[in-house]
């Protein structure tokens, strides 16, 4: 397939979540102004805009001229293959380094100087809360296997 076809792909499905997240926020009857914007975040482990530079890509409904058509929110395209990052200086940066290096990180050793913070201690007890529960998921299913057989 070719790459053109799938950043298409990525788009229409990345506009299509937005649209149905932005919609579910009011019920019949609700005034429009209760709208808040909705954000599109999609990581991506590969290259996949070749010729643009940088790695964070942020694509909002705009004229030809620039302009903000409405502030609806957005889709952010972060190809994390293209980030190359050593000291980190903002929150933007460290939950970038985490997505791209979070799964290198080991439990039982200290967390690294830039993941030292309160946030990143909650996203690592989140990422061993899943882990654990797809264990115990495995677990599961292989002891229904056996009582199967």
Request: aromatic share 8%; hydrophobic share 35%; charged share 25%.
């Amino acid at each position: 397939m070719q790459v053109g076809r799938v950043r298409c792909l990525i788009c229409l499905l990345a506009a299509a979540r937005s649209t149905d997240l932005y919609s579910q926020q009011l019920h019949s009857g609700q005034d429009y102004t209760r709208l808040q914007p909705t954000y599109a975040i999609w990581l991506l482990s590969d290259g996949l805009i070749q010729e643009a530079p940088g790695y964070i890509h942020d694509y909002r409904l705009r004229d030809r001229q620039g302009r903000l058509l409405l502030n609806c929110g957005g889709i952010w395209v972060l190809e994390l293959s293209k980030m190359t990052l050593d000291l980190v200086v903002n929150e933007q940066q460290r939950w970038l380094k985490f997505f791209r290096e979070g799964e290198q990180l080991n439990d039982a050793a200290p967390l690294p100087e830039w993941m030292n913070t309160e946030e990143m201690r909650q996203a690592m007890n989140t990422l061993r809360q899943f882990s654990e529960k797809e264990r115990n998921d495995h677990l599961y299913q292989a002891r229904q296997n056996d009582l199967r057989q």
